[in-house]
């Protein structure tokens, strides 16, 4: 099979800040795996957690050392690739272009998109969060009206976390809920609060009615986590302390939920077995993303009728994104009836 990959930039209409910094601008790589006349697509997408980081440069890397070994292959030897990229230990948002372009490719051959191939109920699939940035309580509160305006949100998902502490963050989640107008809201701390705060903080947000708590504790105080779920009246989602299947076990006992995203479980594959995994273990699922566009955010998608809850909105946020492909109804971002992944690509469409 051919491969070709090539990067490309987008930029947030609104930069995104979080406990860690903010983000403006990307640069993503597209990834292309061709046999038989057939093209599948793939997207490797930057993102960094704690001293783990994935930069745009080490996912070239991966790219060009896989290329030639890879090219041996048929598209058809998923199981075979998978294991070659895990024996040279290939950085998991490598793994999870590859993967995507393989499936791609498979629901192309066979004319089918992924979650019809899969036998999936779209209908099932949940709203999805849009996220608020950390920002003064003025400027949250002026992104939560941008968005409402933009579409028919059902769930926000609001940033906290913030260097200046708690107290700025309960200001700022005030604003949001405000102008949220009864819409159901989620926090994520992204790892930006102490035990203490986080167990000061998950009481007062429930008073407050918030739904769940995503990643309150940083990456590597898992071992906290049983003292704050034992302590906090909502339920605990985990994110850059869960990045594939073999991460939920330990974590199944002290946590009610998890979060699944393709740049850091490594692909279509892997993020399938966290679902099912997850769902052995009494957890709920989320998907998310980082800043991926319309690419990688409607492969996710093909999977979301096994989520309880989504996150994908990072491409509705870029001012250039060159693919199109989820389409948003009533609040719900949803995969469209094109054979694979059902994306394009703004040169090629009319």
Known sequence: MQINFQSFTVNKRFPLTISRGTTAQTTNIWLQIAQEGIVGWGEASPFGVGNHRQSTEK????LQQITPILQKFSPWQRQEIEAVLERMQIPSAVKAAVDMALHDWL???????LWKLWGLDKNAIAPTSVTIGINSPAGAKARTQ??????????????????????????????????????????????????????NMCGWLADLGIKYVEQPLARGEEANLANLQKNSPLPIFVDESCFTSADIPQLADHVDGINIKLMKSGGITQAMRMVHTAKAHNLQVMFGCYSDSSLANTAALQLAPLADYLDLDSHLNLIDDPFTGAVVENGRVLPNNL????VKHSAFVA
């Open 339 to 342: 054979p694979g992944l059902g």
């Open 146 to 199: 941008d968005w409402l305006q933009f579409m028919d949100v059902q769930l926000l998902k609001v940033k906290l976390g913030s260097t200046e502490g708690i107290e700025a963050d309960q200001k700022m989640l005030l604003a949001v809920w405000e102008a949220a107008a009864g819409k159901d809201v989620f926090v994520d701390a992204n790892g930006g609060w102490s035990l203490a705060d986080a167990i």
């Open 107 to 113: 629901g192309k051959r066979v004319d089918l998109p």
């Open 59 to 62: 996912i070239q890397e991966g």
